[in-house]
């Protein structure tokens, strides 16, 4: 073993994950309090004039310090509060709400630092981490490169052996959220000059143990959307690296951030979900105070259908994030399958969103008065929600690789068993989350299509859902024997459009099944209007409008229940996701 790196200590099991209660979220919100206040150091006010300087907002990093956000990145074993990956993107969403760039710049980047370590890391390495975190202090995931963009196998910065045999570090990392302000860093150097996969590792680097002459930052990079996120890269120069330094075994980089990825790929677009969530209630707000034709401009037939259709895709993005969060818990060998299908498809549904507000608004989208700058704002943000971190294409590619095998033995009746309920139930206790349970290959097993299949059999003919649960497992037939032939040079990175448009077809199917097992395991007592089958129906249609299955609108009997329930959530001031909780967003 390398003297640079350390044996991953003894993991303590974690904890049974209890239900949630939702106090995190609601404790937050109120601190938050109500962002059209303009005296409110966090309202909308001091949000836009943030954004305007390309600035963090200050008083809003000061609420989430007091608050303790941190300890939600930190497991429970640690000393934190991460016990439920789907009650940590509550958490977040929250902030995502009032500021997507509090929770990139403040949160979801200390977050993606700590699984690698999580995952991978030595005991003193995870107990050094979480002392750092739950201190207050920042971390920061310097994966990028702008040569190479995503594909980590051509990662250039290198850790190879100086002459008195520590690690030294050559090269530069660019685009990172927090570089310049984190204190620690978990930095993806390639350890050995020969390519493959096992050339790579990851270390955990405190920015003290650094010598100064040896690192130098670069400029800030601005941005278009989340301008007050703070971007920076850094250049090392023959920069020695302290002993015990590499994140498990050295060659593990790639194993460890793939491991990793099937966390923070379901947690990220969880996230933003919040930003529609204020997105669709600025537009909503901004059409009701707007007259048109003598009337509101929201009472118009073809505002109602792009706001209830909204609507509709924000719960169809949360209902299958939701459902591979908990999957995290309940079948974490498979979570990566799951992962990559949701940062393929759902970042897509939450931009389209957003562009179709914007058209609501009309030409007045381009003032800067009323509801528009914020909705500016938000429209910016939203979009590197498709390529930060993993991009649409990346994440197809991982699930293209693994396709053929699932569809030969995955999807065979009685080959997998189905996903556990409480998957599909938020008010459930979970199994810890265990980090090292997670697995670069689900090893062609897919309990969640399975799950699909199981749950069709058992509906009940009458069930309104039954006959999209037959449709979907014909399609998911018809997947298997198109997929099971393909021959392997049909899967790696020249891979046709053909064996891409495969995977957009199997993402369709878990998030269809993600939809109808939401329905049919759905507990007695639920929320208005989660009992109106109604719902998941228009779930399933506009998951079709965006495969590409259709282009028709919601039909009249699905529109106006769910137009109802998004005009009651108003109202009432409530979170337009499955939660429904109060917000003052």
Known sequence: MSPTATAPGPVPRPPVAGAPTGEDTDHLEKLFADAGDPANPVGRVAVLAADGRGEMLQAGEELLTAYGLNAHFVPTELGGRLSRLDELVRVLRAVYRRDPCLGLGYGAGSFMAAVNVWTAGSARQRALLARQLLSGGRAACAYHELDHGNDLTRAALTALPGPD??????????????????????????????????????????????????????????????????????????CPVPEGSVVGRPGQGVETALRSFQLTRVALPGMTVGLVDTALRTALRGARGRTLYGGRAADLALSRSVLTEVFA????????????????????????????????????????????????????????????PLFQKLLRDVQPSAFGHASRVSC???????????????????????????????????PGLRFTDLAVSAAGRDPLARSLVTGTEAADPEDPLTASGRAWCAELAALAEDASGLAPTLIGPDASPYAFGLTTRWTGVLAASACLNTWWCRPDATTPGAADPAVPLALLHRLGNHLDRHRDPLPRHLAEPLHTELVRRFDAGLTFDLDSRPTGA
Do not use: C
């Not at 050559?170 to 096992?198: H, I, Q, S, W, Y």
């Open 313 to 372: 895709d924000l719960l169809l993005a949360d209902t299958f994030t939701m459902v591979a969060a908990r999957a995290a818990h309940t079948a974490p060998a498979q979570a990566g399958v799951y992962a990559s299908a949701v940062k393929a498809l759902v970042p897509i549904v939450l931009i389209r969103a957003v562009s179709r507000l914007s058209e609501l608004l009309g030409s007045q989208f381009y003032l800067r008065d009323g509801e528009q």
């Open 396 to 430: 197809q590619s991982a699930l293209l690789a693994q396709l053929p095998l699932t569809a030969r033995r995955g999807w065979r009746s009685g080959a997998a068993a189905p996903l556990p309920v409480d998957t599909f139930r938020a008010d459930r206790p979970l």
């Open 165 to 238: 045999g520590r690690l030294r570090l050559n090269g530069r990392k660019e685009v990172v959220a927090n570089l310049r302000r984190a204190g620690t860093m978990v930095l993806f150097a390639r350890t050995d000059p020969a390519k493959g996969n096992r050339s790579h590792s990851q270390l955990l680097l405190r920015a003290e143990d650094l010598p100064a002459d040896a690192v130098r930052h670069l400029d800030r990079f601005t941005t278009v959307g989340m301008r007050g996120v703070q971007l920076g890269g850094v250049e090392f120069t023959d």
